[in-house]
Nanobody, 125 residues
Framework: QYRLVESGGGLVQPGGSLRLSCAASGFTLANYAIAWFRQAPGKEREGLSCISRSGGSANYPDSVKGRFTISRDNAKNTVYLQMNSLKPEDTAVYYC??????????????????WGQGTQVTVSS
C-alpha cells in the first residue's frame, strides 16, 4: 500500500519556525517529484514547493519565497519543508504529494498520484 504521512504541524507564534516531514511507505520517494501544498478554509489548494527526482528543482511562489525550503533525504525516504518567519496567513492544512513528473513543471493537483492526509499548521499569538 502506497502511503504518504505528513507530520510536524502545530501551533506556532508569528515569526516562529516549523519543519514538516513527509514520509513514504510502500514506495520509494526518490523515484518521484514531491510537492508541498496547503489549503486554508475557503481557499483553493496552493502549491508551495516542489523538488524533482534529482533534488535539483524547487519552485516557490512569491507568498513563501525566501521563507520556506524543501529538501529530501532519500535514505530516510522522507521530504521536508522548513518554514521560517511564519505569518498568520500561513495558517492552513499542509499536504505533500508525489508525482511521476521528471521535473517540477506544474502544481496541478491531478498530476500528483499520491497524497498525504495533511497536517494542520496554525500561526497565532
Amino acid at each position: 500500500q502506497y502511503r504518504l504521512v505528513e507530520s510536524g504541524g502545530g501551533l506556532v507564534q508569528p515569526g516562529g519556525s516549523l519543519r514538516l516531514s513527509c514520509a513514504a511507505s510502500g514506495f520509494t520517494l526518490a523515484n518521484y517529484a514531491i510537492a508541498w501544498f496547503r489549503q486554508a478554509p475557503g481557499k483553493e489548494r496552493e502549491g508551495l514547493s516542489c523538488i524533482s527526482r534529482s533534488g535539483g528543482s524547487a519552485n516557490y511562489p512569491d507568498s513563501v519565497k525566501g521563507r520556506f525550503t524543501i529538501s529530501r533525504d532519500n535514505a530516510k525516504n522522507t521530504v521536508y519543508l522548513q518554514m521560517n518567519s511564519l505569518k498568520p496567513e500561513d495558517t492552513a492544512v499542509y499536504y505533500c504529494a508525489a508525482s511521476i513528473m521528471t521535473s517540477c513543471s506544474t502544481y496541478v493537483p491531478s498530476m500528483y498520484l499520491y497524497w498525504g492526509q495533511g497536517t494542520q499548521v496554525t500561526v497565532s499569538s
